[in-house]
């Protein structure tokens, strides 16, 4: 199985933090955020493909510098989530396959929950205090019914975590949808066609940090140096 992680977008909610570097390689105690999702994923020895895009140099320059052997793809227009898979598809082919947000971390355990090797598409989820801020996941039986993004009236308090493993099927959905109301191809979207028909399960999680804006980078330090600090006991 081969894993990729999306990291080629602009990241405009991180204000001037994103003017040198993209989002991913954003500072959180002197090391680089993508590095602990990458040491995560290291552990699951998949094959590694990167979407790259806006200051993409700079990721490809620290994945040199650090030794991780990745297959960078270029998505040379941000056309949205959906679109970023279409340039994975020669690099994933007729196999199942991970996908990760670069500017999201996930523990190993929660990375080995959804990388299953049979014929179901999974959506990874969690519980959150502040639903309204995520696409939230509607499930019946362990299978995905819909996501309501940013609901404006209370849905349920368990939201979506861009953590997915795909079966080949997600790139015909892909090829059905169209540009969204901020004209992007969504993969959210895609995911919801197959969900229709029954093939996306849903498997919640238990660790989960979105690098979402500024204010979510003391919260992230927080959490690592509390981590570090049970390792070590």
Not at 42 to 65: A, N
Not at 76 to 100: C, M, P, S, W, Y
Not at 145 to 172: A, M, R, S
Not at 184 to 203: G, M, R
Request: proline share 3%; hydrophobic share 40%.
């Amino acid at each position: 199985m081969k894993i990729v992680i999306l990291a080629a977008g602009m990241g405009k909610r991180m204000g001037k933090l994103t003017n040198v570097i993209p989002k991913p390689l954003i500072r959180i105690n002197n090391r680089p955020f993508l590095y602990y999702l990458l040491e995560n994923i290291k552990s699951l020895d998949l094959d590694l493909g990167i979407i790259v895009g806006y200051k993409g140099g700079e990721i490809i320059k620290f994945c040199e510098k650090n030794y991780i052997k990745a297959t960078f793809i270029e998505q040379k227009e941000q056309k949205g989530t959906g679109d970023a898979i279409k340039h994975a598809r020669d690099f994933v082919g007729n196999n199942n396959f991970l996908v990760v947000m670069g500017d999201n971390y996930y523990s190993e355990k929660d990375l080995r929950k959804v990388c299953k090797e049979d014929n179901i598409n999974y959506i990874a989820a969690i519980k959150s205090k502040c639903p309204e801020r995520y696409g939230v996941v509607v499930e019946k039986n362990i299978f995905l019914k819909e996501i309501v993004e940013k609901p404006t009236c209370f849905v349920n308090n368990v939201v979506n975590t861009g953590l997915y493993k795909f079966t080949p099927e997600i790139f015909k959905a892909i090829e059905k949808i169209k540009l969204s109301e901020r004209g992007e191809y969504e993969l959210t979207d895609a995911i919801k066609l197959l969900a229709k028909e029954n093939k996306v399960k849903v498997a919640e999680i238990k660790d989960w940090l979105d690098l979402g804006c500024p204010e979510d980078i003391s919260k992230i330090e927080s959490f690592f140096k509390n981590l570090n600090k049970k390792q070590r006991k």
